[in-house]
């Protein structure tokens, strides 16, 4: 053990008085530094119950299970978002599947669709190589990629999504639109609407085994409607049948239905004009 570390050698200067011992360092053992997980945007948390879906929900399950790329299509309002999202939570609880989802609604030009992608997939958006610098964030994993409402930007879409599932074996990708990609290997699922009433003048315990008016009546009474009582069931099964089964417009009209009786909105929705003139504000 050393009692004196540094000493004073005169005409000479400091002299450092520990024992100095080198030791080579294999590099090839030593472990990498592995990168940080990159931050996935989440999926949106849902409100409401999905009511009616649940056959639609497996249906997407199932086809992602044998095909990487499902785009699930049909009209605006039909209800396609609210089924991708519960199909990925699915697939989260019963999988541990990592999601991320991209939401391309806001976009007005095809120019940023690629860095909307690399944000919502933790890479760094303003690279040479965006696309690159998505695959080296996902490299290695096994992922869904949810890209909701596509219609827009279809043309700017359809080869980054190839470039990606090509290089990345591991992921899977399931989008929403009202006009499908058109790539090899896509697999379309249409969205129907609501099942409604084959007759409206049902009692409202019939009616309800309807999902539409299991929506509608839902919707209602959450608007402030009060308990929908049995003689409503045929006006109730008449406004869902009048809607086509819409989700959205059916929400919509629910939700007038707590300041209106269905009594007076039933005739006013003969022509779908007049739905432009109900709207959600919390909605796009």
Not at 25 to 39: E, H, K
Not at 77 to 104: C, H, M, N, P, Y
Not at 121 to 137: N, S
Not at 140 to 150: A, F, S, Y
Request: glycine share 8%; hydrophobic share 45%.
């Amino acid at each position: 053990e050393c009692r004196e570390w540094i000493s004073n050698i005169p005409s000479r200067g400091y002299r450092f008085n520990g024992r100095v011992s080198r030791e080579e360092i294999d590099t090839s053992v030593v472990p990498r530094t592995r990168m940080a997980a990159p931050s996935f945007t989440a999926l949106p948390a849902r409100l409401t119950e999905l009511v009616g879906r649940e056959a639609d929900v497996a249906t997407v399950i199932e086809s992602l299970s044998a095909h990487r790329l499902v785009t699930l299509a049909g009209p605006g309002g039909i209800g396609k978002t609210s089924v991708a999202i519960r199909s990925a939570e699915r697939l989260q609880q019963t999988r541990g599947t990592q999601v991320a989802f991209v939401d391309l609604s806001p976009l007005i030009s095809n120019d940023h669709v690629l860095s909307t992608m690399a944000r919502a997939l933790g890479a760094a958006p303003d690279l040479p190589d965006t696309i690159q610098a998505i695959t080296q964030c996902l490299v290695g994993r096994d992922m869904l990629l949810v890209i909701d409402n596509c219609e827009h930007v279809v043309e700017s879409l359809a080869r980054p999504v190839m470039a990606l599932l090509t290089a990345l074996p591991g992921l899977r990708v399931l989008a929403t639109s009202r006009e499908t990609l058109r790539v090899s290997g896509e697999w379309v699922l249409r969205l129907s609407p609501l099942a409604v009433p084959d007759d409206e003048g049902i009692p409202l315990t019939e009616a309800l085994q309807w999902p539409a008016v299991r929506l509608l009546v839902g919707g209602a009474e959450a608007g402030g409607a009060g308990q929908v009582n049995e003689s409503q069931g045929p006006l109730l099964a008449r406004i869902a049948r009048q809607l086509d089964g819409i989700p959205l417009a059916i929400e919509l009209v629910a939700a007038r239905l707590g300041g209106q009786s269905a009594r007076d909105l039933a005739p006013r929705l003969d022509g779908h004009i007049r739905l432009f003139s109900i709207s959600n504000r919390g909605g796009p």
